[in-house]
């Protein structure tokens, strides 16, 4: 799929705040369900679910996500290449493209090594993957009418973000500050969409909200493209070892009241970002964070 002209008339109505949610992947069905039936009531513009290999199979929890709400869009974010091959994602997203008109956006990535690995997989060079990726989505024109579904990469780095902007409608970015969506709106260009994930600890205390930040940040910190992005961005050797240091958990995690997380939310915007889905973190087995979502609503959107 080339790039649009405009991408926003190729895109799923995602509006500028959505939810970005690994509960999802996580807790039972029912309670799946009941949290997205209440989340599309709240007005967010966007469900974001992650895909990881003990959770359901992305095209599946999108098609379920879809009929569980009525207005919603959801995105995948993302949909691992080496999880399905290039023609059985882009049949799976025009399907649920035809049902859902406007609703569903495909976000690919290239995943991380250990995942990829504990697949049977192999992580190989993932820009000449998604590219080699892209082409058979592209190529594979067995059906009438458009194939490639609206689709998105998983982007941080320049040469990826390159290739999102010249492949598809623009990249999802995970795990970075604002400093991160300034530089990536400069790769991208003017016109293709920049929909940035930011997660969040509504607490007013700085000691305890960081401590969630940092439980939530730890795997994320030994891998290596989330590493060396923040190394990129100027951090140091001793910002990113030992959990972090309270300089980068708070650049990565807002945190403080609602006044807080509506700064750093701006702050996005005013970088360039097109969209911000807020991950609001919580401690392990409470369950969806409805409260805080429902909390924050009135300020966000």
Request: hydrophobic fraction near 50%; proline fraction near 7%; glycine fraction near 10%.
């Amino acid at each position: 799929m080339a790039a649009h002209d405009d991408p926003r008339e190729a895109a799923p109505r995602l509006g500028r705040v959505g939810v970005w949610s690994f509960d999802i992947a996580l807790l039972p069905i029912a309670e799946v369900r009941a949290a997205v039936e209440r989340i599309d009531e709240l007005g967010y513009g966007a469900l974001w679910y992650p895909e990881v290999p003990f959770g359901c199979e992305s095209i599946s929890q999108a098609a379920l996500l879809l009929a569980w709400s009525e207005r919603i869009a959801v995105a995948s974010g993302i949909a691992n290449i080496h999880a399905r091959d290039a023609v059985a994602a882009a049949n799976g997203a025009r399907g649920l493209g035809e049902a859902y008109p406007g609703r569903f956006l495909l976000g690919l990535g290239v995943s991380h090594a250990p995942s990829v690995v504990l697949r049977g997989g192999d992580y190989g060079r993932p820009l000449s993957l998604m590219r080699g990726y892209l082409d058979a989505m592209d190529a594979a024109q067995f059906l009438p009418g458009p194939f490639a579904p609206p689709r998105v990469l998983a982007a941080l780095a320049p040469r990826m973000l390159e290739l999102a902007a010249a492949r598809s409608l623009g990249s999802h970015t995970y795990f970075v500050p604002p400093e991160h969506t300034a530089a990536a709106r400069a790769a991208l260009g003017v016109g293709p969409l920049l929909l940035v994930e930011q997660a969040v600890v509504l607490d007013p205390d700085a000691s305890s909200a960081r401590a969630l930040a940092r439980e939530h940040m730890a795997p994320y910190l030994e891998l290596p493209n989330y590493r060396n992005n923040l190394l990129r961005l100027g951090f140091g050797e001793e910002d990113v070892d030992h959990g972090g240091s309270d300089r980068v958990v708070d650049a990565v995690v807002a945190h403080g009241d609602v006044d807080s997380i509506r700064a750093r939310v701006a702050e996005h915007f005013a970088a360039g970002a097109d969209h911000v889905a807020i991950q609001l973190l919580h401690p392990a087995g409470s369950g969806f964070p409805l409260d805080g979502l429902s909390e924050l609503a009135p300020a966000l959107l």
